[in-house]
């Protein structure tokens, strides 16, 4: 079962939200997140990204951006920025952009549940980001990037999410990028506990988004335990060490039938150094190929080849499709398997210099930007990854291929921190 709890959430004043929450560090490089908070002191990129406010060239992983960071995030707490909120308490999320609408239900989740399972994941971490999140966690002793999870859709809790949303809200502002963010705040001991009890129902919960961040806190938690042996995890007591703050992260929980996945693209530097004619011939023994096709695949194994100049339409055929094996069926495995590998020798996309990645949210103009100036060389433009998908292959304990899923919109950070003590 999922164990979720309320907390005191560290909040943006309502006035002054669309000024201080911002998208996530890991979206922007140092210098687009210094463009962004120019002449906002409020902007929360100088605590999660606050390298902007250090000569340009500081490493980012230097201890000096750490202790900066520490230093804008009181600076905010002591001007009345961000208030703590004075009992603990769920809060709802919602996000809209364009069509798309999903609540989530921001809450404390259990460091216990994502080290046994019950919080499952489907991507590798890297050791230094994990190290990056887990020095800024212990920094501010506050969690406040959010991890995106997701659960099966359950009618009841939905329904009761569902009517609290219909109240006036706390906080409602449409950011610059046109995406819509209100929240509401739980606070009567009876919903509370409904909804708590609710998630004992719910087997597991699923990362979407925020792997690292995940895995960072589970580790400081860890790190905590060591230094207080009578609560470690597992303890025969089973008291456990999830009994405080620090024994939970910060998470916004999305039923899976609100969530939307947006491709993630794949760019080539080069063609390997075949010609685009040659190109096309190697691919014909894997795909049936629409000479006049569309930048935007309409269906799974479909995919689209910007070369050329032109769009290409591009059809699996049949026998490289045929597998009951969830991973070994999505199109970013089978491109990487008989196209990527084998014709354009690119053997590990997660080290190879020769290829990059462009979320969904930049469209398939930006791929043909990037080919057209000649940085590129060819671009594959994906069809997205059903969140169905990813659910099953986290339930077989399977990883996912680098770059599958581009989840959209992103959560905002400042909206709600954790503090930890």
Not at 274 to 294: H, N, Q, W, Y
Request: aromatic fraction near 10%.
């Amino acid at each position: 079962m999922a164990t979720l709890k309320p907390f005191a959430a560290l909040r943006r004043r309502a006035d002054l939200a669309e000024k201080i929450c911002e998208l996530p560090y890991d979206v922007m490089s140092s210098e687009e997140a210094r463009q962004l908070a120019a002449g906002n002191p409020l902007s929360f990129l100088h605590v999660s990204k606050p390298e902007i406010d250090l000569p340009q060239g500081t490493d980012i992983y230097a201890p000096e951006v750490y202790a900066k960071g520490r230093e804008n995030f009181q600076r905010l707490i002591v001007e009345g920025a961000l208030k703590k909120d004075s009992q603990p308490c769920f809060y709802l999320y919602r996000q809209v952009m364009g069509k798309h609408v999903q609540v989530g239900l921001v809450a404390a989740a259990s460091c216990e549940d994502y080290l046994r399972g019950t919080v499952r994941k489907h991507e590798l971490t890297r050791p230094d980001k994990e190290d990056d999140r887990a020095r800024h966690i212990e920094s501010l002793n506050s969690q406040t990037g959010p991890v995106f999870l997701v659960y099966r859709a359950v009618a009841a809790l939905d329904g009761l999410i569902a009517t609290r949303t219909t109240e006036k809200p706390d906080v409602d502002f449409t950011a610059v990028d046109n995406v819509q963010h209100t929240a509401w705040t739980i606070a009567d001991p009876a919903t509370l506990l409904a909804i708590q009890k609710e998630f004992t129902r719910i087997p597991f919960l699923y990362i979407a988004d925020g792997h690292h961040r995940c895995a960072a806190a589970a580790r400081v938690y860890l790190r905590q335990e060591e230094l207080n042996p009578y609560q470690a995890f597992g303890h025969p007591s089973g008291e456990g060490g999830s009994g405080g703050e620090g024994g939970y992260f910060l998470a916004v929980i999305f039923p899976h039938d609100q969530t939307q996945i947006l491709p993630y693209h794949r760019v080539l530097k080069d063609l390997n150094g075949m010609t685009p004619a040659r190109v096309l011939e190697k691919l014909d023994g894997v795909f049936v190929i629409e000479r006049a096709g569309s930048a935007a695949p309409a269906r799974q194994h479909e995919l689209g080849l910007y070369l050329d100049g032109r769009w290409h339409t591009l059809h699996f055929r049949p026998r490289f499709a045929a597998t009951t094996d969830p991973i070994e069926k999505l199109d970013v495995t089978l491109l990487q398997k008989y196209v990527l590998d084998p014709v354009f020798g690119i053997d590990d996309p997660r080290t190879s210099k020769r290829i990059n990645f462009a979320g969904g949210i930049r469209g398939t103009a930006e791929l043909e930007r990037w080919v057209n100036s000649g940085e590129y060389a060819c671009a594959f433009s994906m069809f997205p990854t059903r969140i169905e998908d990813l659910m099953i292959i986290a339930d077989a304990g399977g990883i996912m291929p680098p770059k599958s899923t581009w989840f959209e919109p992103k959560l905002r950070d400042g909206m709600f921190c954790h503090l930890l003590t």
